[in-house]
Antibody, heavy 119, light 107 residues
Framework: EVQLVESGGGLVQPGGSLRLSCAAS????????MSWVRQAPGKGLEWVSV???????YYADSVKGRFTISRDNSKNTLYLQMNSLRAEDTAVYYC?????????????WGQGTLVTVSS | AIWMTQSPSLLSASTGDRVTISCRMS??????LAWYQQKPGKAPELLIY???TLQSGVPSRFSGSGSGTDFTLTISCLQSEDFATYYC?????????FGQGTKVEIK
């Protein structure tokens, strides 16, 4: 059974850092296209970042230069390092799987982890 | 960037109704469109991909149609568990983007 479990969210001050984790089971993270998608409170969905099976990474303009996506193949885990956090980064962050570049829709999602950026 | 217009933003309906949700693109995206259902406090769930292909396990009362710029999600006979928010997503161009969402509420 495919499962994604996020962790690492919490309250952080503006300018601070946080690292989110997404532990996968039932499939191999490194063989798929793994994304982070966020949802601000009461708002819609926003794609944040993706790491391809080959290791290439891409980011939304809103987080480029501040966030870094990575994975640990030995732990079958996806990460999102978030630096220089801003109030507008407050959201539930979901990790999600896509099966191919040309099929960049998300067939499995984690339960989400809440990041709150506030002083 | 591709602009997406999802409508309506709010839809009031009764159990048993046939409901349709529209997603319109600012440019053609072939059939690179997905639909998701999201319930409060839960992650989105994939309903349809490639505009009209039903994801495994999704009830057949859900259907998708369209190509190019105009797409529709139809629920043929609304059930109590279908009251939720629905999002379209285009994955034709990078970055992938989502519609604003349609909340289906009990009338």
């Amino acid at each position: 059974e495919v499962q994604l479990v996020e962790s690492g969210g919490g309250l952080v001050q503006p300018g601070g850092s946080l690292r989110l984790s997404c532990a996968a089971s039932g499939f191999t993270v490194s063989s798929n296209y793994m994304s982070w998608v966020r949802q601000a409170p009461g708002k819609g969905l926003e794609w944040v970042s993706v790491i391809y099976s080959g290791g290439s990474t891409y980011y939304a303009d809103s987080v480029k230069g501040r966030f870094t996506i990575s994975r640990d193949n030995s732990k079958n885990t996806l990460y999102l390092q978030m630096n220089s956090l801003r109030a507008e980064d407050t959201a539930v962050y979901y990790c999600a799987r896509s099966i191919a570049v040309a099929a960049h829709y998300f067939d499995y999602w984690g339960q989400g982890t809440l990041v709150t950026v506030s002083s | 960037a591709i602009w997406m217009t999802q409508s309506p933003s709010l839809l009031s309906a009764s159990t048993g109704d046939r409901v349709t949700i529209s997603c319109r693109m600012s440019q053609g995206i072939s059939s690179y469109l997905a639909w998701y259902q999201q319930k409060p406090g839960k992650a989105p769930e994939l309903l349809i991909y490639a505009a009209s292909t039903l994801q495994s396990g999704v009830p057949s009362r859900f259907s998708g149609s369209g190509s190019g710029t105009d797409f529709t999600l139809t629920i043929s006979c609304l059930q109590s568990e279908d009251f939720a928010t629905y999002y379209c997503q285009q994955y034709y161009s990078f970055p992938s983007t989502f519609g604003q969402g349609t909340k289906v509420e009990i009338k």
